[in-house]
């Protein structure tokens, strides 16, 4: 590229600003719709490797999974600004330098990108420095946007102004915003303040805890998903009416009919069907009878969703995983078995991609099989407006119809929690009715 003279005078005068040839940012991306931020766990190409469309540049870590970003241009890595192992990147920072010529790849060696850089949608070559006059004038414009209406709350009758960073930063950290002092114009709050706040605030915890006599302990860091989850859940139980509605269901029959399918599906090479492959389908026709159980509260209205997608709550050692099995009441339950089966071990491995854990309607979650819970109940999952949780089956003794006559029965808990604001106690009531009723004549599922 050759540089125009009047370029070439101001590199002569200001000889610190640098001329960069044509290149692209690389920035975080959302890989998913909760994501603010990510984990680089490994870098796949180095730098000075060509990439091309579709080639795996990294491994990010993301509040879901563990998530493979592929190149989007053809051209050389030029710079990694964010190696191996860096965490907590917000989505939109850059993360790396790609160029379109090999022979640029020297000039971006010693490149560092500020903490607040974002990629933008599409990098243009600086064919012309910007001068100091018009830098100047950029500083200028760099403190944060003057409060408006909607940047406003009020307490007590005094207002408190914050900026809209400030706010978000706040909200994401459960910072009340009217225990601190700003230390902006007229006392309004920055990002600065919440941060501080923050940093006290994790000093505070960390004497407290050394300030313990006695006390053998260990800081065990927390990964990006158990961050996101526990932030998820503590905004379900303080911002969501949660109640519960529980139900025994005698699974004698289910119990017999999965005796009868897997022999089928063992020689024809299936996967075996468990138990809680028969509560999926029984909670997917179930939603389909009762509709208005298949929503999401939207503040101006509820979203009444026409697909059944379940999501199946799975433990491993990385965290909490919610893969999800799309129309499962259109399913058979052999497909149900190998889907569950096979999103199970992704999410053993940590190789679960968005699609995999998208767009669910509904959750399952079963502590009865494999630990033996009883009872419990499990806290909804937002944006979905109820959550299952199964117990284990037990056996029971039932009295007969005449006087010193019994009979032995297994019993399964079920028990619904519901948001309040979407799902009304009958409403509720008349979906575990539905749900029971397939368990008790499970020969229904299969009509």
Same mark, same amino acid.
């Given at each position: 590229?050759?540089?125009?003279?009047?370029?070439?005078?101001?590199?002569?005068?200001?000889?610190?600003?640098? &001329?960069?040839?044509?290149?692209?940012?690389?920035?975080?991306? !959302?890989?998913?719709?909760?994501?603010?931020?990510?984990?680089?766990?490994?870098?796949?190409?180095?730098?000075?490797?060509?990439?091309?469309?579709?080639?795996?540049?990294?491994?990010?870590?993301?509040?879901?999974?563990?998530?493979?970003?592929?190149?989007?241009?053809?051209?050389?890595?030029?710079?990694?600004?964010?190696?191996?192992?860096?965490? +907590?990147?917000?989505?939109?920072?850059?993360?790396?330098?790609?160029?379109?010529?090999?022979?640029?790849?020297?000039?971006?060696? *010693?490149?560092?990108?500020?903490? /607040?850089?974002?990629?933008?949608?599409?990098?243009?070559?600086? /064919?012309?420095?910007? %001068?100091?006059?018009?830098?100047?004038?950029?500083?200028?414009?760099?403190?944060?946007?003057?409060?408006?209406?909607? #940047?406003?709350?009020?307490? !007590?009758?005094?207002?408190?102004?914050?900026?809209?960073?400030?706010?978000?930063?706040?909200?994401?950290?459960?910072?009340?915003?009217?225990?601190?002092?700003?230390?902006?114009?007229?006392?309004?709050?920055?990002?600065?303040?919440?941060?501080?706040?923050?940093?006290?605030?994790?000093?505070?915890?960390?004497?407290?805890?050394?300030?313990?006599?006695?006390?053998? &302990?260990?800081?065990?860091?927390?990964?990006?998903?158990?961050?996101?989850?526990?932030? =998820?859940?503590?905004?379900?139980?303080?911002?969501?009416?949660? &109640?519960?509605?529980?139900? *025994?269901?005698?699974?004698?029959?289910?119990?017999?009919? =999965?005796? #009868?399918?897997?022999?089928?599906? *063992?020689?024809?090479?299936?996967?075996?069907?468990?138990?809680?492959?028969?509560?999926?389908?029984?909670?997917?026709?179930?939603?389909?009878?009762?509709?208005?159980?298949?929503?999401?509260?939207?503040?101006?209205?509820?979203?009444?969703?026409?697909?059944?997608?379940?999501?199946?709550?799975?433990?491993?050692?990385?965290?909490?995983?919610?893969?999800?099995?799309? *129309?499962?009441?259109?399913?058979?339950?052999?497909?149900?078995?190998? %889907?569950?089966?096979?999103?199970? /071990? =992704?999410?053993?491995?940590? !190789?679960?991609?968005?699609?995999? &854990?998208?767009?669910?309607?509904?959750?399952?979650?079963?502590?009865?099989?494999?630990?033996?819970?009883?009872?419990?109940?499990?806290?909804?999952?937002?944006?979905?407006?109820?959550?299952?949780?199964?117990?284990?089956? #037990?056996?029971?003794?039932?009295?007969?119809?005449?006087?010193?006559?019994?009979?032995?029965? /297994?019993?399964?808990?079920?028990?619904? !929690?519901?948001?309040?604001?979407?799902?009304?106690?009958?409403?509720?009531?008349?979906?575990?009715?539905?749900?029971?009723?397939?368990? +008790?004549?499970?020969?229904?599922?299969?009509?």
């Amino acid at each position: 590229t050759t540089l125009s003279c009047q370029a070439i005078c101001v590199l002569k005068l200001f000889p610190d600003l640098n &001329y960069l040839p044509p290149h692209e940012a690389v920035g975080m991306p !959302s890989l998913s719709p909760t994501m603010t931020e990510g984990n680089i766990a490994r870098w796949v190409k180095k730098e000075g490797d060509k990439v091309s469309p579709g080639e795996v540049l990294c491994e990010v870590e993301t509040d879901k999974a563990t998530v493979e970003m592929e190149c989007m241009e053809e051209g050389y890595l030029a710079k990694i600004v964010c190696g191996d192992g860096t965490k +907590e990147i917000k989505v939109g920072e850059i993360i790396a330098i790609t160029v379109e010529e090999e022979g640029d790849i020297e000039k971006f060696k *010693d490149y560092k990108a500020s903490s /607040s850089a974002a990629a933008p949608a599409e990098s243009k070559p600086q /064919s012309e420095p910007v %001068e100091p006059k018009e830098e100047k004038k950029e500083v200028s414009k760099a403190p944060e946007p003057t409060a408006t209406k909607t #940047e406003e709350s009020s307490q !007590s009758g005094d207002r408190l102004f914050s900026s809209p960073v400030a706010r978000k930063l706040a909200e994401d950290n459960n910072v009340p915003l009217s225990s601190l002092k700003g230390t902006g114009p007229d006392g309004r709050i920055l990002k600065a303040d919440i941060e501080d706040y923050l940093s006290s605030a994790a000093k505070g915890s960390k004497k407290e805890a050394a300030a313990a006599p006695g006390l053998g &302990y260990v800081d065990l860091p927390n990964t990006q998903i158990r961050k996101v989850t526990a932030n =998820r859940l503590l905004q379900s139980k303080q911002t969501i009416p949660h &109640y519960y509605l529980t139900v *025994d269901s005698r699974v004698d029959k289910l119990i017999k009919l =999965r005796s #009868e399918l897997n022999p089928m599906q *063992d020689a024809s090479g299936g996967k075996k069907i468990s138990i809680n492959d028969l509560v999926i389908k029984a909670a997917a026709l179930a939603l389909r009878k009762v509709p208005a159980c298949n929503s999401s509260w939207m503040n101006d209205f509820i979203r009444q969703y026409h697909n059944v997608n379940i999501n199946v709550a799975v433990q491993t050692e990385h965290g909490l995983f919610v893969p999800v099995v799309r *129309d499962a009441d259109k399913k058979g339950l052999a497909t149900i078995a190998d %889907e569950v089966k096979q999103l199970a /071990s =992704r999410a053993k491995d940590n !190789s679960l991609k968005p699609e995999d &854990y998208e767009g669910g309607t509904f959750t399952v979650s079963n502590l009865g099989g494999p630990f033996g819970i009883k009872q419990f109940c499990a806290i909804v999952n937002p944006p979905q407006s109820a959550i299952l949780a199964i117990g284990s089956a #037990e056996k029971r003794v039932i009295p007969g119809a005449a006087e010193g006559q019994y009979e032995i029965g /297994s019993f399964m808990s079920a028990t619904l !929690s519901c948001d309040h604001r979407v799902i009304d106690g009958a409403m509720g009531a008349e979906w575990l009715k539905a749900f029971k009723g397939y368990l +008790e004549d499970p020969t229904t599922m299969l009509l």
